[in-house]
């Protein structure tokens, strides 16, 4: 099997790249290389042209793992948000339609589409109601994916991921927790800490990702990607700072950002029937992360 992972040089499109490769002849793209490694394609972001790659090899799937990733900047350039997360992957079924209209397209999207659910565990089947330009751009994806489904036969998936993290994630609370606490005794974060997340290890996103290629429906459908449990921020950043070895304050302000849900949870049933379970619990998956954070320093 031959598959094109866009974006692979990103947090879980490299990790994906290297899994991959021990299964199937693997391509990436993305718009950085080293110029030393092998099937790859390199692109211009100013001038997205994937015909050009689709043209040159034929792929049976093609991965999205490319895009902004960042609620705030959304909401300071929702145009930047939009070009990265909407009309990149347009141009994405735009080249499969008119070049390869047998390869299946799986869209990397985000549990942000379901904004502050009313209803958790949340289902696939629940409303969509983002509370960002992120979320909104995210949710005009997956419609993108239904469309080329629905009028041109695109086997299409998207996965909805929820909070993710692991080694080699330079961004997120567990990032942050960490930068913070190389400067000051006193750490606070938004909100009160009894906002709740539900955090899945970049390994087993990997094997999520693995049972949605062996086993997937790709009729438009949409997965959430989860471990399936709530875990509040206060405890969450207590584990972590411990497992830091720091000594401080950790204080919340009790003001809500903007673009930010109060409550996460996700209900993996439909991802479950196709041969998924989380296998990494937040503590293991906290120290896997700290260990890596002690090689950088």
Known sequence: MNVLIIGSKGFIGSHL???????????????????????????????????????????????????????????????????????????????????????????????????DPKETPTTESNSLAPVSPYGFHKMLAEKLCSEYFQFYKIQVCSLRIFSAYGVGLKKQIFWDLYTRSKMSHLIELFGTGMEARDFIYIDDILKAIDCIIESAEFNAAVYNLAGGKACYIKQVAEIFLDALRWKGDLKFTGNHRLGDPDFWQADISKISELGFSPGISLEEGIQKYVKWLSSLE
Not at 42 to 59: C, E
Request: include cysteine.
């Open 17 to 115: 790249s290297e899994m991959l490769k021990k299964k199937y002849k693997v391509w990436g793209c993305d718009i950085f290389t080293d110029y030393n490694e092998g099937n790859f394609f390199l692109v211009q972001p100013s001038n997205l042209d994937f015909q050009i790659i689709f043209r040159k090899s034929q792929f049976d799937i093609c991965i999205n793992c490319s895009g902004a990733a960042s609620v705030p900047e959304s909401l300071k350039n929702p145009g930047r948000d939009f070009e990265l997360n909407v009309h990149n992957v347009f141009l994405l079924l735009e080249a499969i339609r008119e070049c390869a209209p047998d390869c299946k397209f799986i869209n990397l999207s985000s549990a942000a589409v379901y904004g």
